[in-house]
């Protein structure tokens, strides 16, 4: 059986390690490239029951990259040859065997105890995505496994904004690829997480990157910060609602909601002025009750802004099966119940994979509010449009901005994708539904539009002055109440935007 990898470096071993990297980021093994290799859109595409076919028809050129995605992601093994062609160097390939990130077998072939994750044009180590292989692995998953980068990391990595700033939280921090990202624009990066191994993978990989602003502590959430506050806080907790309590990474108690929901109570007392929260969980969902009314009792009353991004959404039913286990008919089908009737014991209707971004209100927009949108996981940085977002609904709330708008020009944020749909029938006879999309964003989001909404629109094709727009009003027949209305919310949705007339 092979062990997992302790996670632990000598002085020694670093700089034949570091060539380790550069040696890979050489070869191309990198992010966008390992993609196109594989022929894969997104690493939550990568399958390992698909190995067979990466190998046969992705891999069977066994050149330098093809080696490492075999032996660094797909958990495969490579011979004693192959191991001397990826690494030419007699001290890298020591220096993976002495840090216990390659074994070698009694026959000399080489497999890793660890894999290596592309995010971008940096490298993570971590504990394997499929730990239950039915190669030499584990039969049993440890609970002090660590996170695999995985589709739920690399989400909040995209949707994180990566503005400088002087200190960043990262809780529950695991391989610490949100520490390390945030490490590149922060003065100082505080991650922590309760698990003794995660703390030695995310150092382990602070050393190798060569980040020393980044310091690990080991601890339950809050608890070792003390009173401190941070500008950016990022958060990827356990979520799951499990019957079991088998995973530390993934278990969030029955409810799921054990972790979460102390870190959103104790962002409060930690978020500096005009910083950020980001949070990337899987919340269950009874009919009739909104996600915002819990991330409020949460939070107790404290005046934050909440941005809501449903990503993904799940049955009951769908999730229970995606989370049984067992080999024999009987065994699975047992699992399944057990999954199922815990979310039936919460209420549970659907699980909703989500985003959630926080950050405290602007009196100037009114009282503190929740913003719900719905989008795919992006597949590049988003950061820029989340914050964007927060800065179109506090617009949008401003009591002032009907006096505002006297004085600006008004025009489309860039193109927009427009879908209208006719309905035949019915009392009214033709009726038409208009949806629009902002092009060129990594979280496309489709609004709904009213008629007047849609006339808008047409209206900016260039820039119009909101007093012309009024005085359209009435050729549309409608009151300026409306059509203030209208572009209120055209531009809290960043449809349109405005500039004052001065700079024109």
Known sequence: MIQSAPFLLDDFDLPPLREVISNLARIGYSEKVVLERLGLASFSDLQWRATPMYREERLADRDPLALAIELFLLQGSVSG?????????????????????????????????ASLFPVGKRLVFSDHAWPELPHPGYKTVPYDQV????????????????????????????????????????????????????????????????????????????????ERRFDLITANPPFVPSPLNTLGFRDGG???????????????????????AHMITELGERDNEPLA??????????????????????????????????????VFLDSVQ??????????????????????????????????????????????????????????????????????SWLRRTGPIALLDAQLLGGERGLKTNAK??????????????????????????????????????????????????????LLRRRLICSEPSSEV
Not at 84 to 113: E, K, N, W, Y
């Open 338 to 407: 057990s999954w199922a009737g815990n979310l039936r014991a919460q209420g549970y209707q659907r699980v909703v994979v989500v985003l959630i971004s926080f950050q405290w209100s602007d009196p100037a927009s009114g009282p503190p509010w929740v913003r719900v949108d719905e989008t795919q996981a992006p597949q590049r940085a988003a950061g820029a449009e989340i914050e964007a977002a927060f800065q179109a609904e506090r617009l949008s709330r401003r009591l002032d901005l009907p006096e505002t708008l006297k004085h």
């Open 81 to 113: 040859h192959e191991l001397s062609t990826l690494f030419v160097d007699q001290s890298s390939r020591d220096a993976l065997i002495q840090t216990g990130l390659l074994a070698i077998d009694d026959t000399g072939r080489a497999r890793a105890r």
């Open 147 to 226: 996170m695999f980068v995985g589709g739920d990391s690399r989400a909040l990595a995209h949707c994180t904004p990566r503005r400088a700033v002087h200190a960043a939280l990262d809780l529950c921090t695991g391989s610490g690829i949100q520490a390390l990202l945030a490490a590149e624009h922060a003065d100082r990066v505080v991650a922590v997480d309760i698990n003794e191994r995660a703390a030695r993978c995310t150092r382990f990989n602070a050393q190798v990157s060569g980040a020393t602003n980044l310091e690990v502590m080991v601890g339950d959430l809050f608890d070792p910060i003390c």
């Open 436 to 489: 629009a999309t902002l092009l060129g964003q990594a979280l496309p989001v489709e609004y709904q539009l009213d008629p007047v909404e849609r006339e808008l629109l047409n209206l900016l094709e260039k820039k119009v002055a909101f007093s012309d727009l009024l005085g359209h009003a009435r050729q549309l027949h409608v009151s300026e109440d409306s059509v203030l209305a209208a572009i209120t919310s």
């Open 293 to 330: 009314n819990r991330l409020r009792e949460w939070l107790a009353g404290s005046p934050m802004d909440i941005h809501i991004l449903r990503l993904r959404e799940f049955s009951a039913t769908k999730y229970a099966i995606g989370h049984a286990i067992g080999d024999d008919y009987d």
């Open 254 to 276: 029955r409810s799921g909601e054990d972790i979460q929901k102390r870190i959103v109570a104790g962002l409060p007392d930690h978020l500096a002025p005009g910083g950020s």
